[in-house]
């Protein structure tokens, strides 16, 4: 990382270096700027093409991405030519660079409701970064790196806490380019934003760039700049509102499976499957692994890599044998061929306790989580009906209509249940369960860090005893922490997209084709 000392310029005669960036600057414009400068945010490394006087270095520099990696070439000189040198290695980004000028930028009148942004503290909010952008799709940043980066001025990392409930429920990312690299333009940008899509209140997104654009203000900075996918309709609604608008500024990437959706023909059906489906699809595209949508209902793909291919339906791979299918079918025989492999198991009544899946892929551990039933929060202004449908809303934007919370007689019942009525408006932070169980928009609290061995080990013969290379274990324990369970019932096909995060669809890809882990 090449880093400079911190300098102001005026916002008068500033060069034109990523406006044009067909024209090679001066040697003026070039004065006190870093050479071949590039950072590293964890996540992969920009590359600052505007400092790279050759192009051939700049190529070699991109084609040095390291495994797992996702580098980033912003503003190269002649993209045109530098494509040509490793046509076949590097591409052209499907994404639109935006520009908010700061002395242009209005502050808003009111701050955003319910929502704080300050900067991250402690390792406790680098977790939460990272749960927050796997949730977004991105690639998470090496905690290491980032919190290393956090200290310094170059790199800085805001987060938004929901002020009703102290979460953290958004991130984002800020360059400072003077520092980063002594940059003549006194720019600055935006990378990696990104909103708990269940829990952030409205508006946290416009939040995040607020505050970041009025901190690169204040430090006297002329731009504050963005990549934003070209199809990204949301999002770049969002910029322009806030004054963002279009730079000729270009960005190239490396060839690599993270990559691969930008530069790979999207299969044919892949907009139909549900989330489960969808997330083992993405994950084989991220790898370089074919897919092929077979049966979009069904949530069927055929992924193939090479001379050999693999179906899944749902999250169950073709692995999974009809002797294993017919053990699930009925709950009795489950527990029957549990019990005979040592798991304790409950009798014909379901026995109290916290609803608890466990999915093991390939007789390890991957994710565990409670179920909980739906819970609205209070702002002290809406009535418990506006908050369900406004709850409801998020869920079911989530989990692509998979999910969502009706406003019924057991809506009702469940709020009664509480002491409160449907147009009744609680204070801000008051949690109110507003269904009776956990199937109708409920939530997933993810346990997996805490998870008792005794219960993961029990999770884990059940599946072998079952003959289940993935497999969901419905269990029943006092707590998730605490030793004691009574195994419940097995599924084939558990729901991938409840324990986001956590790298599910990963280890099922690891399964079927093992050569393309992440070493």
Same mark, same amino acid.
């Given at each position: 990382?090449?880093?400079?000392?911190?300098?102001?310029?005026?916002?008068?005669?500033?060069?034109?270096?990523? %406006?044009?960036?067909?024209?090679? #600057?001066? +040697?003026?414009?070039?004065? @006190?700027?870093?050479?071949?400068? &590039?950072?590293?945010?964890?996540?992969?490394?920009? *590359?600052?093409?505007?400092?790279?006087?050759? !192009?051939?270095?700049?190529?070699?520099?991109?084609?040095?991405?390291?495994?797992?990696?996702?580098?980033?070439?912003?503003?190269?000189?002649? #993209?045109?030519?530098?494509?040509?040198?490793?046509?076949?290695? *590097?591409?052209?980004?499907?994404?639109?660079?935006?520009?908010?000028?700061?002395?242009?930028? $209005?502050?808003?009148?009111?701050?955003?409701?319910?929502?704080?942004?300050?900067?991250?503290?402690?390792?406790?909010?680098?977790?939460?970064?990272?749960?927050? =952008?796997?949730?977004?799709?991105?690639?998470?940043?090496?905690?290491?790196?980032?919190?290393?980066?956090?200290?310094?001025?170059?790199?800085?990392?805001? =987060?938004?806490?929901?002020? /009703?409930?102290?979460?953290?429920?958004?991130?984002? &990312?800020?360059?400072?380019?003077?520092?980063?690299?002594?940059?003549?333009?006194?720019?600055?940008?935006?990378?990696?934003?990104?909103?708990?899509?269940?829990?952030?209140?409205?508006?946290? @997104?416009?939040?995040?760039?607020?505050?970041?654009?009025?901190?690169?203000?204040?430090?006297?900075?002329?731009?504050?700049?963005?990549?934003?996918?070209?199809?990204?309709?949301?999002?770049?609604?969002?910029? /322009?509102?806030?004054?963002?608008?279009?730079?000729?500024?270009?960005?190239?990437?490396?060839?690599?499976?993270?990559?691969?959706?930008?530069?790979?023909? !999207?299969?044919?059906?892949?907009?139909?499957?549900?989330?489960?489906?969808?997330?083992?699809?993405?994950?084989?595209?991220?790898?370089?692994?074919?897919?092929?949508?077979?049966?979009?209902?069904?949530?069927?793909?055929?992924?193939?890599?090479?001379?050999?291919?693999?179906? &899944?339906?749902?999250?169950?791979?073709?692995?999974?044998?009809?002797?294993?299918?017919? $053990?699930?079918?009925?709950?009795?025989?489950?527990?029957?061929?549990?019990?005979?492999?040592?798991?304790? =198991?409950?009798?014909?009544?379901?026995?109290?306790?916290?609803?608890?899946? =466990?999915?093991?892929?390939?007789?390890?551990?991957?994710?565990?989580?409670?179920?909980? #039933?739906?819970?609205?929060?209070?702002?002290?202004?809406?009535?418990?009906?506006?908050?369900?449908?406004?709850?409801?809303?998020?869920?079911?934007?989530?989990?692509? @209509? /998979?999910?969502?919370?009706?406003?019924? +007689?057991?809506?009702?019942?469940?709020?009664? +249940?509480?002491?409160?009525?449907?147009?009744?408006?609680?204070?801000?932070?008051?949690?109110?369960?507003?269904?009776? %169980?956990?199937?109708?928009?409920?939530?997933?609290?993810?346990?997996?860090?805490?998870?008792?061995?005794?219960?993961?080990?029990?999770?884990?013969?059940?599946? $072998?005893?079952? %003959?289940?290379?993935?497999?969901?274990?419905?269990?029943?324990?006092?707590?998730?922490?605490?030793?004691?369970?009574?195994?419940?019932?097995? !599924?084939?096909?558990?729901?991938?997209?409840?324990?986001?995060?956590?790298?599910?669809?990963?280890?099922?890809?690891?399964? *079927?084709?093992?050569?393309?882990?992440?070493?």
């Amino acid at each position: 990382m090449s880093t400079s000392t911190s300098r102001r310029r005026p916002l008068t005669a500033v060069p034109t270096i990523t %406006g044009i960036p067909w024209q090679p #600057p001066s +040697e003026h414009q070039l004065r @006190g700027m870093d050479a071949d400068a &590039t950072l590293d945010l964890g996540w992969g490394r920009l *590359l600052f093409g505007q400092t790279f006087a050759d !192009t051939q270095r700049l190529a070699d520099t991109l084609r040095d991405e390291a495994d797992g990696r996702r580098d980033i070439c912003v503003y190269p000189r002649d #993209p045109q030519v530098l494509l040509g040198l490793a046509p076949g290695e *590097l591409f052209l980004d499907p994404s639109l660079t935006l520009r908010l000028d700061l002395y242009r930028y $209005r502050p808003r009148r009111e701050l955003v409701p319910h929502v704080f942004v300050r900067t991250v503290t402690c390792p406790d909010d680098v977790a939460e970064m990272e749960r927050i =952008v796997r949730l977004a799709g991105m690639v998470p940043g090496d905690p290491a790196t980032v919190w290393h980066d956090h200290s310094t001025r170059t790199v800085r990392y805001l =987060v938004a806490e929901d002020r /009703r409930t102290g979460r953290v429920v958004g991130t984002v &990312t800020g360059v400072d380019h003077v520092r980063a690299f002594g940059d003549p333009e006194g720019g600055s940008s935006l990378w990696c934003l990104a909103a708990d899509p269940e829990e952030a209140p409205p508006g946290t @997104g416009e939040a995040l760039v607020r505050v970041l654009a009025e901190r690169y203000l204040a430090r006297g900075r002329a731009y504050l700049d963005l990549s934003v996918l070209h199809d990204n309709t949301p999002a770049i609604a969002l910029y /322009r509102k806030l004054g963002f608008r279009r730079v000729p500024a270009l960005v190239v990437k490396r060839r690599n499976a993270v990559n691969a959706p930008l530069f790979v023909p !999207t299969p044919a059906g892949l907009d139909r499957l549900a989330p489960c489906a969808r997330l083992l699809a993405d994950e084989a595209l991220r790898r370089g692994v074919r897919v092929e949508v077979t049966d979009a209902d069904q949530g069927e793909l055929r992924h193939t890599l090479g001379a050999r291919s693999a179906l &899944t339906c749902g999250s169950m791979p073709e692995l999974t044998s009809a002797v294993a299918l017919s $053990r699930c079918a009925d709950p009795r025989v489950t527990r029957r061929v549990a019990a005979r492999a040592g798991v304790r =198991v409950a009798a014909d009544a379901v026995p109290a306790g916290e609803e608890l899946r =466990v999915v093991v892929v390939d007789s390890a551990v991957v994710a565990a989580g409670v179920r909980r #039933p739906a819970t609205v929060v209070g702002d002290g202004v809406s009535d418990v009906a506006a908050l369900v449908r406004r709850a409801g809303r998020r869920r079911e934007r989530a989990t692509g @209509g /998979r999910s969502r919370i009706p406003l019924d +007689e057991g809506t009702a019942a469940a709020v009664a +249940e509480a002491g409160w009525a449907m147009d009744d408006v609680p204070p801000a932070g008051e949690r109110i369960p507003v269904r009776p %169980g956990a199937d109708d928009g409920g939530t997933v609290e993810d346990v997996t860090d805490r998870l008792h061995p005794e219960v993961a080990a029990a999770a884990v013969r059940a599946s $072998r005893a079952l %003959g289940l290379p993935v497999a969901g274990l419905d269990l029943r324990v006092p707590d998730a922490g605490a030793p004691g369970y009574v195994l419940v019932g097995a !599924t084939p096909r558990p729901d991938l997209a409840d324990h986001l995060p956590r790298p599910v669809a990963a280890r099922v890809l690891d399964l *079927l084709f093992p050569e393309t882990r992440s070493r």
